[in-house]
């Protein structure tokens, strides 16, 4: 993915088993959990969700991602979910090739099944925000350590699929949407130490 910076902005962050193989158009299916490693990166075959989230939708250039996040933290804290919440983004368009102004993204905050059913209905939550449930979709997962300025490069190198093509595997669909997790926590990292765990769906 070129030109691509997320994660959470500097001022926030600082079905089935499938353990039987099958050979699709573009390779073979791995079994849960397998791992590839490509250069120096290392991806491993993982079923991402289903994941229960409250979301809200950024629209526009990522230079004011920080603005959702805010109003999406503080809704989180007003229902009382602050404490202990994964923070995920959903990213729907690569900026190298959409314009800004049409750049799409879900800033996403997972919560228990259960505690969803306790929210205020999203008419009156005040924001745009919706409940719902990401995945379930297999994905190769790999890691981005480092600044948050440097994830674009993890992601060019992440969507290089020569070594699942010489694996025989079916290789990460080059297309968004893509899902990050954000391991660092809400503040809990400095910028360069951020980990984010980015989960790239199969074709």
Known sequence: MHGYRSGIPDDLAKAGDMAGRHVTETGATPAR??????GQRLF???EFG?????S??????FRTLARTWRNLIDYTDSCGLIQGIQLVGVVYDDPAYVPAESL???ACVAVPEAGLRRLPLPADS???VRYETLGPVWCWRTTHRGRFGTLSETYRRALDTTAFQQQGVVA???NPPFYEIYRSGLGAAQDDDARIDI???VG
Do not use: W
């Open 172 to 174: 990460p669909c080059l």
């Open 44 to 46: 491993t075959f993982v």
């Open 199 to 201: 989960h790239l769906p």
């Open 126 to 128: 005040g924001l745009p």
């Open 33 to 38: 959990d397998t791992v590839l490693t490509s």
């Open 104 to 106: 799409r993204y879900d």
């Open 50 to 54: 289903p994941l229960p989230v409250i």
């Open 56 to 61: 809200l939708r950024h629209s526009g250039t």
